[in-house]
Each structure stands twice: as C-alpha cells, then as structure tokens.
C-alpha cells in the first residue's frame, strides 16, 4: 500500500463489520482515489459470505484478492523499500537528489545516490520513494538501471 500512488493511507485490521453474531475484520483498509476500499487477503479460509454486502451497505468498496494475485516482483521491491520506513532524509540531500531530477527529469538509481552525502544512499532513496517525493518503477527489479523521478501528484 505504501507503493501504490492511489492509497492516500492504509491501516491493517482496523474495523469489524457485523451480521447477526458474526463479526470479521479485513485484512487492509485503504483509502483511495476513489473511497474507501476494505481489502481481504486470501490464503486458505475465504472471507464470510455476507461480507462484501455488509461493506458496501456501509459505503464502502471490497475487495478479496487471491495471495497469488500479487506479482512477486511488486511485492519484492515493496518489502525491500518497507525496511527503511522511518528513515530520516537530510534536507540537504532531498534537496540534491530533488535538484538533480528538476534540472535533469530523471536519473538512474545509481546516479541518484551520488546526491546522498548526509543520509545512507540506499536507505535516504527508498524513504523519499515511500514518501513519494520521488518515483521509481515497482514492476521491474529494483536495479541500478532503474529510473528515478520526481513524483507528480
């Protein structure tokens, strides 16, 4: 969720929907571009069947996505950035690596180290891709060739 540009935010297990006695709580709540949207992660026990009427009467949108339905590259690149949430980013260097993209639209991720002088490089480029200050592209392996640019949102 952290990588996905139309989730403003995101909680894990934060509401309970009811019906009758029974009670579930989804996996992920997001909220979107578009509302928000209750999400249940499926491996082997499949969410209630009252649950997706019981969301949308409440004015949500739901969701039920398969384990395997997540592409293993996103997911990969997604955990490898989720390890330096929290990272504090110099302002010296955000605004190095932020001068770079401006003056020159992108750079590869190799190239964007060279702005970190203050902030481990790797941790520094991965915690402002989470903030979204800059983008790169999740659905390819994270690589020296990968683009950076700054997000435009």
Known sequence: MDVDSSVAAWACRKLTFSHGYDTHKPDIIAETDNGILVIDVLSKDAPPTWINDVVVSEGYGYKAI?????????????????????????????????????????????????AFRETNPIAGLASLVLQRFVDIDLDSLISPESLVRRHRG
């Open 66 to 114: 398969l384990r395997g339905d997540i592409d293993p590259i996103r997911l990969k690149n997604a955990r490898d950035l989720l390890r330096y949430v929290g990272v504090e980013v110099s302002l010296a260097d955000r605004i190095r690596l932020l001068a770079g993209l401006e003056e020159h639209g992108t750079l590869s991720l190799a190239e964007s180290l060279n």
